[in-house]
């Protein structure tokens, strides 16, 4: 498996793997708005979307966002966010997330970027784990709360050398 850019032609087949993701884990429901922004995230050139490969296939895909893009998670220049980690549901438990957040989170240092945050839904438990893993802490005071009844959690890391 590697980690490199998404190609042009890979990011409708990447909008389709998140959606995928997301409802199989049943963070998105079939009615829900944010399926269509999931869908398109990248597709405006306002990130730089990531895909793990493995031969054609694509098994996960991660997005970054440099300031000013990424509000209101990235709150200045110093900062990149992380979006729509996502793993096809057939290569989960296989490395593919962890693999996917060191390439992003490399992929920041290598921009200059010091401080690297993300939000996340409090039912995402696995994602959770993983982010405290690889470093990242909670940022309570950064939760988002997008619309009545749903929050978003902040996580953040501080990369070093940058």
């Given at each position: 498996?590697?980690?490199?850019?998404?190609?042009?032609?890979?990011?409708?087949?990447?909008g389709d793997l998140r959606v995928a993701a997301y409802r199989?884990?049943?963070?998105?429901?079939?009615a829900s708005r944010y399926?269509?922004?999931l869908w398109g995230l990248g597709a405006d050139g306002k990130g730089e979307v990531l895909a793990a490969?493995?031969?054609?296939?694509?098994?996960?895909?991660?997005m970054?966002?440099?300031?000013?893009?990424g509000e209101p998670v990235v709150q200045?220049?110093?900062?990149a966010g992380i979006r729509a980690l996502a793993v096809s549901p057939d290569a989960q438990g296989r490395g593919v997330g962890r693999t996917l957040l060191a390439a992003v989170t490399r992929r920041a240092a290598e921009r200059g970027t010091s401080h690297l945050v993300l939000l996340t839904m409090p039912g995402m438990r696995a994602a959770q784990h993983l982010y405290?893993?690889?470093?990242?802490?909670?940022?309570?005071?950064?939760?988002e709360y997008p619309r009545p009844g749903v929050e978003?959690?902040?996580?953040g890391k501080q990369l070093a050398g940058a």
């Open positions: 498996m590697i980690v490199r850019d998404a190609l042009p032609e890979e990011l409708a087949a990447i199989a884990a049943g963070f998105l429901s079939g399926a269509q922004t490969v493995e031969g054609a296939a694509v098994l996960g895909t991660a970054l966002e440099f300031w000013p893009h200045g220049p110093e900062e405290t893993k690889a470093g990242f802490v909670r940022l309570p005071e950064r939760d978003l959690l902040a996580f």
